[in-house]
Nanobody, 122 residues
Framework: QVQLVESGGGLVQPGGSLRLSCAAS????????MGWYRQAPGKERELVAT???????NYADSLKDRFTISTYNAGNTVYLQMNRLKPEDTAVYYC????????????????WGQGTQVTVAS
């Protein structure tokens, strides 16, 4: 069984920063791309950023100047550094990962974390 556990959310004032973490654990043979998505109340889930196993990032155009995605621990942990936060960044942030459980022949599954709330307000 695979688990993704996010942490680091909370309440921050406009202009502040937060760093989200997401750690993968369980039966994992390999992790491919990892990513962050967010869902604001009444809106659909949207891409924030992804990063390949080789470390190549991809960002939503509107966020690339303020957010940075990175990985650690042989790619088992993904971070999202969020700077100059705005009220419109308020959302539940979810991480995901493309995971093979047993070997290279295992199908690649997409695992999701439970989400962490980020609230930007004064």
């Amino acid at each position: 069984q695979v688990q993704l556990v996010e942490s680091g959310g909370g309440l921050v004032q406009p202009g502040g920063s937060l760093r989200l973490s997401c750690a993968a654990s369980g039966t994992i043979f390999s992790i491919g791309a990892m990513g962050w998505y967010r869902q604001a109340p009444g809106k659909e889930r949207e891409l924030v950023a992804t990063i390949t196993s080789g470390g190549t990032p991809n960002y939503a155009d509107s966020l690339k100047d303020r957010f940075t995605i990175s990985t650690y621990n042989a790619g088992n942990t993904v971070y999202l550094q969020m700077n100059r936060l705005k009220p419109e960044d308020t959302a539940v942030y979810y991480c995901n990962a493309a995971i093979r459980v047993r070997n290279w022949s295992s199908p690649e599954i997409t695992a999701w974390g439970q989400g962490t709330q980020v609230t930007v307000a004064s």
